[in-house]
């Protein structure tokens, strides 16, 4: 049989992509743009990944990425193929981007204004004022060096990271980030609005590298955004624009082995029994999960594995979501409640794995933005508490679940919603525990690896495996890590080195 009368889907190169993350479907979408006929693999019954969400009572409850910042690197998945990424879903910009509270009291609004910016800072230290714009100017190199030049290139070997060495000792990148930021700002609470961004992609500022100071710059340059209808709908779009050109999305069907063939992939096997063949395999599934229970080359499995077992991973997030009955126009999009303890609490959660009693607290109010993602009169929250993962000190939390709950509704109480109890529509909490069942999250890890110098770029796991050269990985455990930008731009890293190999 010559090429020409071969059956259409043999002349193309097929891929299967492991998981509907962020990365997964961004990879899928660059795969099936180039024409490799892609398959997405997805073992729950939606897509999304960390960005899954719920229906419950007329509110929608995302339960994952409420932040939305480069947005330019979501527009390219679609400019791909000529499509226009605004007819598929509306990004709206949100102002403040945050704001900070603490609990003396004092708040701080976080603007993109320079002018309104330069006020808030002001009052809360106006010695502050010129360390802020120093710390700005800083983090526009550190985003140029660390996202624009390396943020979308696979490390693949040693001599890729000696090449970027000198541009990260140049940035100090071996300091901690609040470190760091404290030598530009004095006042705590500063160090604290300048630093508590890592957190976002699962770093401690105490000890994650100075580098993702670069994300003060990514989000005043890019803005922060949130998708109409709620993250859900950034994924359904996704999702729909991969369909559009072809791609294939399999749900609720897990995979059970990535099939090997000496060293080689040869295609992925599901619980159901479904099975096929690609010329290439991406994996976006947990890196450990991937590696120890997927994988069917016995030796490679073994090794990744206990390669994996002594790096340190992220912590775990204990997330409460609510409906309630009423309004609050006084309550911004995104805010940050500090607790009385920055550097004891992270300690506790990082370093001693063990739960705090006191907490900081992120809360999403996507209503205020949005008031259709709940009923007329409703409001959708949720609020999450970073908590240890499962690693040092397990937890019970069917246990401690129920509890852990009620502490932080009180909290919000304490703070801006006094008669928070007698308002609750609906209510319900995700758990370390749970990222571990639903997502085979090791750990239980909220981000899978800790962003640490030496666990970034080369020393992360590798976009295309050392010895099954055509199987790959993308998402939270590659270069460059966790959050939205970080997941989409690994999936060019990866979907370059799939390009490449598969010609
Ligand atoms: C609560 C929370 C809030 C966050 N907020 C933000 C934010 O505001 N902004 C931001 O940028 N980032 C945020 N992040 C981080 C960001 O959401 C994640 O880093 C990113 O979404 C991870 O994407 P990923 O591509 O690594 O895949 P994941 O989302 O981890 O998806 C992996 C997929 O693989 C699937 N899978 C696993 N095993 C199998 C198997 N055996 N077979 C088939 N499929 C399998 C899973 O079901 C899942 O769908 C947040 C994270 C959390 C948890």
């Not at 395999?281 to 947990?286: G, L, P, Q, Y």
């Not at 911004?332 to 001693?352: A, E, S, T, V």
């Amino acid at each position: 049989m010559n090429e020409t009368t071969q059956p259409r889907s043999e002349l193309f190169r097929k891929a299967a992509v492991i998981g509907s993350g962020f990365g997964g479907l961004a990879l899928a979408i660059r795969l099936q743009s180039a024409g490799i006929q892609t398959t997405i693999v997805e073992a729950r019954d939606k897509p999304g990944g960390r960005a899954y969400f719920w229906e419950k009572d007329g509110f929608i409850f995302d339960g994952g990425p409420t932040v939305i910042t480069d947005p330019d690197c979501l527009t390219q998945l679609w400019d791909l193929t000529g499509h226009d990424m605004a007819k598929d879903i509306e990004l709206m910009p949100v102002s403040p981007f945050y704001r900070l509270n603490w609990p003396d009291g004092v708040n701080f609004d976080y603007v993109n204004d320079p002018d309104e910016l330069a006020n808030e800072i002001a009052k809360i230290e106006p010695d502050d004022v010129e360390g802020y714009k120093k710390f700005l100017e800083y983090s526009g190199h550190l985003y140029e060096e660390g996202y624009i030049k390396l943020g979308t290139s696979a490390f693949l070997d040693f001599k890729s990271m000696v090449s970027a060495a000198p541009a990260l000792m140049r940035y100090q990148a071996y300091r901690s980030l609040y470190g760091k930021v404290s030598s530009f700002v004095k006042s705590e609470k500063m160090r604290q609005m300048l630093s508590f961004q890592s957190l976002l992609v699962g770093g401690s500022p105490m000890t994650t590298s100075a580098i993702y100071g670069l994300i003060h710059k990514l989000e005043r340059l890019g803005g922060v955004w949130f998708a109409k209808g709620g993250t859900n709908m950034l994924i359904a779009a996704m999702v729909k624009h991969f369909e559009r050109i072809g791609g294939v999305i399999r749900l609720a069907d897990p995979v059970t082995s990535i099939d090997t063939d000496g060293d080689r992939a040869k295609g992925v096997t599901c619980k159901s029994g479904w099975t096929d063949s690609f010329d290439a395999v991406a994996t976006n599934a947990d890196i450990m999960h991937s590696y120890r229970d997927l994988l069917g080359h016995k030796h490679r499995s073994a090794t990744a594995t206990a390669a994996l077992k002594k790096k340190r991973f992220s912590p775990s997030l204990f997330v409460v979501h609510f409906g309630l009955k009423g309004t609050w126009p006084g309550i911004p999009h995104h805010m940050i409640l500090f607790g009385p303890r920055y550097k004891g609490l992270l300690d506790d959660i990082y370093k001693n794995g063990v739960l705090p009693n006191d907490f900081s607290l992120y809360l999403h109010h996507p209503t205020i933005t949005d008031p259709s993602m709940a009923p007329e009169g409703h409001s959708t929250f949720y609020v999450l508490a970073p908590v240890p993962h499962q690693g040092k000190l397990p937890i019970d939390w069917e246990e401690m679940g129920p509890k852990y709950e009620k502490r932080i509704l009180d909290e919000i109480g304490r703070r801006l919603i006094p008669d928070i109890h007698d308002r609750i529509v609906t209510k319900f909490h995700y758990t370390p525990q749970d990222f571990g069942s639903d997502l085979n999250a090791h750990l239980g890890s909220a981000f899978s690896l800790e962003p640490l110098l030496w666990q970034s770029a080369y020393f992360r796991v590798h976009n295309r495996d050392d010895v099954i050269d055509n199987l790959y990985f993308v998402g939270a455990g590659t270069h460059p890590g966790a959050g939205i930008p970080g997941v989409v731009g690994s999936a060019k890293a990866t979907a370059e080195l799939m390009l490449e190999d598969l010609g």
